[in-house]
Structure formats: structure tokens, C-alpha cells
């Protein structure tokens, strides 16, 4: 410790100045021309950054780096554009989703063409199934030390939270009163928990893109079964699970899950099943946009991290229920 207080000591302008001053060569010039490098000195620091600045526009204007990109895009708090290999592999992610998905649909459009109910029970069934393989991962890396998201675990808690009670009203409806329908929901999401762990692990941004693929069908098909039924949906009493969970309970989970809002922005009013489903619906919009914006690395904010954030994530522009029908096209 006296080592270390002394040697800054030795080296401060005071000791310079002494130091100076017990040289055979001291004189009043030697002081002056001293204190005139010095001041020198502080003038070419001072330079130095104005020029580095200066000079490192000149060249963006004149020569375009491949640094000089990521650079802009980090300056405005934006992602790097992809590249022409990396544009590939996520087209090549996005198609082997696409199919995944398409061929699922075309399996419950078979089975299930006019038995609503069941086929929600099915849908989700699956729909929390990667949600549950998201935060094992996240837990299995932060176990080995390589990566902590605290806000991912807690975001894709409150979606696994979300979908329960939307599997919860199924079954109230009677959606899981067939064992066939129980046992293929079943299967479907045991294979479906292993596939989306080891394509979270290999990419998670391609389990993301499915995992937006599966909730975009979700609001489609509650869309459709709204404009055909809301009639008769108006004249049912709701569910009482579905009145508890959005009226009753504590709703931070709620809010948790809807990272493109802000908490507190969205309050249902349950009074019969076209409500319910109005806002099982909304909820699967809303874990679209999440997955949508958990694809870019590092997007995903709790809503409630910050109370002076305005949004929980940086979006597109266009929303889920403008792109529901366009993703499996």
C-alpha cells in the first residue's frame, strides 16, 4: 500500500517541477519552456479527439468499411442487417417452420372440421409446450454459467401462465371429454417439448419464428370461430375459469406476457363466451408480437422493467393480426 500511494508521487507535475529544479541545467528558460510543453501538451489531447472524430467521418463518407455498418445500426440502437448467408439461413429456418406448421394444421383440419371445442383443447395443448422448453434451456445454461436472461425467464413464465388458463376454460367447455383427443394432445406435445428444445439450443431464433408460426394460426383460427359464432357466443354465460383469471386475479402475469404494452393498458371485461374468446384471442396476438421480437437477439424487455420504458420491446411496425394470415402463406 505505500508502494502504491508513493509511485504516483513520483510521477505528479509537482515532483517534475522539483525534479527540474535539482538539475545542473535549472535556469528561469528551462521553467518556462517546461511549463510551455505542458500547456502544449493539454492543447494536443484535445486535438488528437477533434481529429480522430473528424477523420473517422471522412473516411465513412469516402471509403465504406464492413465495420463501418455496424457501427450506424449500433449508434440508433438497431440490429445489424443480415447478411446474404445469414438471409439464407433464416429463409431456410422460416420454410421448415412454415411446413412443420402446415403439416400439424392439415392433421386438425382432418380431425377435427366441426368439433370447435376439442380442437382448442389440442391447439392449446401445444401452443405452452414451447414455452416450457424455452425456460428449460434458459435454466440448463444459466445451471452450466454461459448465459442469464432473467427478464426471458420470467416473460415466458408469464406466456406458460397465459396458455394454462386458456387450456383451463377448454376444458371447462368439455374440449378434453374425448381420450382420443386427450391422448393425441399429448403426444403431439411431448414430441413437440423435445423438437423445440433442441432447436432452441441449435437456434433460437428459428424456435421463436415456429413458436410465432403456431400462435398466429391460434389467432387465426379463434378469429374465424369468433366472426362464425359470436352470435351465439353473445347469448353463454362465460367461463368461470376465464372470469377469475381476468377479473379476479392479481394480473401482473397479465401484463408480464404483452411485452409490446405497457402494464396496466389492457383490463378485459368478461360478461359472456364472445368476450372470452375475444380475449383468448387478443392474448394469442400478443404472444406473437413476443415471439416476434424475442427473434432479434437481446429485443426482449420485461414491461415491467423499467416504469420509465414505453414499450417492453422494439417491434415492426405491422402487427400480429395484420400478418396472422400471411405467415403460413
Not at 509511485?7 to 515532483?15: A, D, G, M, R
Not at 525534479?19 to 511549463?35: D, K, M, V, Y
Not at 473517422?56 to 465495420?67: R, Y
Amino acid at each position: 500500500m505505500a508502494v502504491a500511494s508513493f509511485l504516483p508521487s513520483i510521477f505528479s507535475p509537482s515532483t517534475n517541477l522539483l525534479l527540474l529544479r535539482g538539475s545542473r541545467s535549472f535556469s528561469p528558460t528551462s521553467i518556462a519552456h517546461f511549463h510551455s510543453r505542458r500547456r502544449r501538451r493539454r492543447l494536443c489531447k484535445v486535438r488528437a479527439t477533434i481529429l480522430r472524430e473528424n477523420e473517422k467521418v471522412a473516411v465513412e463518407e469516402t471509403f465504406q468499411p464492413k465495420t463501418s455498418p455496424d457501427d450506424h445500426n449500433n449508434n440508433n440502437n438497431e440490429p445489424p442487417p443480415p447478411g446474404s448467408v445469414e438471409k439464407w439461413v433464416i429463409k431456410l429456418e422460416q420454410s421448415i417452420n412454415i411446413f412443420l406448421t402446415d403439416s400439424v394444421i392439415k392433421v386438425l383440419d382432418t380431425l377435427y372440421h366441426d368439433r370447435d371445442y376439442p380442437r382448442f383443447f389440442v391447439l392449446e395443448t401445444i401452443a405452452r409446450v414451447p414455452y416450457f422448453a424455452f425456460i428449460s434451456v434458459l435454466h440448463m445454461y444459466e445451471s452450466f454459467g454461459w448465459w442469464r436472461k432473467s427478464e426471458y425467464l420470467k416473460v415466458h413464465f408469464a406466456e406458460s401462465w397465459n396458455e394454462m388458463h386458456h387450456l383451463l376454460i377448454m376444458e371447462e367447455l368439455g374440449g378434453n371429454a374425448w381420450w382420443f383427443d386427450r391422448f393425441l394432445a399429448q403426444h403431439i406435445a411431448i414430441f413437440y417439448y423435445f423438437m423445440t428444445v433442441f432447436m432452441y439450443a441449435l437456434s433460437p431464433r428459428m424456435a421463436y419464428h415456429l413458436s410465432e408460426c403456431v400462435e398466429s394460426h391460434a389467432f387465426e383460427t379463434y378469429d374465424k370461430f369468433i366472426k362464425e359464432k359470436g352470435d351465439e357466443l353473445k347469448k353463454l354465460a362465460p367461463s368461470k375459469v376465464a372470469v377469475k383469471y381476468y377479473t379476479e386475479e392479481d394480473l401482473y402475469l397479465f401484463d408480464e406476457f404483452q411485452t409490446a404494452r405497457l402494464p396496466n393498458t389492457r383490463r378485459p371485461i368478461i360478461q359472456n363466451m364472445y368476450d372470452v374468446f375475444m380475449n383468448i384471442r387478443d392474448d394469442e396476438a400478443e404472444h406473437c408480437k413476443t415471439m416476434k421480437a424475442c427473434q432479434t437477439h437481446g429485443n426482449l424487455r420485461s414491461p415491467h422493467a423499467s416504469e420509465d420504458d414505453d414499450l417492453g420491446c422494439t417491434l415492426p411496425d405491422a402487427g400480429c393480426e395484420e400478418e396472422a394470415s400471411l405467415i403460413l402463406r
